[in-house]
């Protein structure tokens, strides 16, 4: 991407993510995604204790991944540049925090040595670093994230509604993992949104057969929606979300805590519920239980019982792995659950007047898909 254009492209290839200007400045590349990916849990960790929406953590992530495709990580601390993206996210998204609450958050997640990056004047560190970051975007503030797109193609499959709304709950957390990862840096949420909901079916065992709108030309249901995928794309994006999980990628000890959500207590679906807006007259998402999962009679190769993956999160204080609970044997570390608020109870056919549609452009306005370089084909 040029960064003299005047219209910013945000996706990158692969061998610019491994030349980036940390690279370039003496971090190693498996350094480089561990910042990114503790700066990504900072920001989640963050946003969930301020009670923060999804969309505005999202859109704070995806800025904290931009930013450092054009600064290094040793000029510019993670956890201080993580602040940064949240406080303006957080204008942009319409739910602001002042920025004297964010850093009094940051600071009780943050150990003494972490949060003296901040210097002496943490406000001040934060509020001279949102210029920087609103250069560095140019001030493409505008973010789209694939939960949108998860509910909308949700509502055109056909099916068990049971097992569909299981596989949605499992692919909204893969969506709210994969903001750990550079897969905002590398394809469009449609995309993203695609291919987690192919890893979700598949490892929720939930096949579609049918969809709605379906013609002779649509082979499978995403080409509604997103033409020209190929597998190899969707096994590339579910591997980067699936590697998250990998017991290969030890949590480091300089890393910074993460807190770990059990699965959540969703209601049964109900024909006439819509999904309610955060603090909206009809009540905010369902609490997080506390209760351990339970089990669905299944056994593993031990003998064992395997319990049910509610919403498809997974338990910290489950000893099962990964590749137990999910069907992938690869995977034997238990997956980090980084949901900040689970997926509605019903897909919506509309959406309430208290709670439009994200994203809506004033006139004249250019969507942040309108980018100056074209994509290559899937």
Known sequence: MDPNSNM???YFEKK???NTPSIQDGIDYDTECRYRKEGARFIIDTGTKMDLGYNTMATGVVYFHRFYMYHSFRNFPRY???CCCLFLAGKVEETPKKCKDI????????TEQKFATFGEDPREEVMTLERILLQTIKFDLQVEHPYSFLLKYAKSLKGDKAKLHKMVQ????????SLCTTLSLQWEPEVIAVA????????SKFEVVDWMGRTSKHLRWWDMFVEDITMDLLEDICHQVLDLYSQNNPQPQDSPPLVRHPPPALASPAPSLAFPAHNSPAGPPPVLSAKPIKSEGKLNSNGEKIPTVTGGVVSASDSKSAGELYGYPGYTQPPPAFS??????????????SNPPPHTYPAGYYPPTNHSQPRPPY
């Open 196 to 203: 987690l909901m192919y890893l979700a079916g598949k490892l």
């Open 8 to 10: 910013p492209c945000w």
């Open 170 to 177: 499992m692919a909204w957390t893969f969506v709210n993992d």
């Open 340 to 353: 900040t608020r689970p997926p509605p109870a019903q897909f919506p056919a509309t959406y309430p007047a």
């Open 103 to 110: 850093i009094k958050t940051a600071k009780s997640l943050l």
């Open 80 to 82: 201080v540049t993580a």
């Open 16 to 18: 610019e993510l491994r």
